[in-house]
């Protein structure tokens, strides 16, 4: 038996339940929007420094110049630090109202959306990231079986401003996949709330 959420134990001592959950909500809505906000800023810092990044090489009285584009793993990584800024942009503008309106979520389709738009994007970033590291990696150390060059020997500055853009799209991606456990520890709450909310009307 409960009125105006306290619950009362086995030994008849009042437990409440009621501020606690809207503590946890409140923490909830604060750490999701923080790392929103911290994702869109360095997806934005990562695809920035890569997008930008280039450096000239005179070989042999030959220019040559190396730019992201050189390289499809950067490109994708780019791309995937786009994609993944506008959507937490979005997501940002949705956070800041759910906390204006007093709920974390608004419904079940809305909170399945989030989770799986969280979902895909965490896959994304972490795909990106892990295909311009393995590229990196070869850039850097090469590969005598393969007679591929050390690049990094020849374009320091270019490998270094891209070091600097893999970093930014490492914290990108382990930020999103703390997101997305967020967002799957949300939809649990809501169907969990639903569940006692249909068996307090039995």
Known sequence: MSYLGIGVSPGNVPVYHGNNSKVIDRRVRVT???LRCVICGLAILGAVLI??????KVIFSIEKI????DMKALVFLVIANGLAAAYSLVQVLRCILSMIRGSVLFNK??????FSGDQLMAYLTLAALAAAAQSAVFAKLGQTE????????????FCNQ????IASSLIVSLSMIVLSGISAFSL????????KGKGNAI
């Open 32 to 34: 999701e929007l923080v």
């Open 51 to 56: 997008g930008t990044d280039s450096q000239v």
């Open 66 to 69: 190396a730019k992201f584009t």
């Open 109 to 114: 389709p809305l909170a399945w959306a989030i």
């Open 146 to 157: 393969l007679q591929w060059m050390k690049i990094c020997n020849m374009y320091g500055k």
């Open 162 to 165: 891209v070091g600097e853009g």
């Open 188 to 195: 649990f709450r809501l169907y969990g709330n639903n569940s």
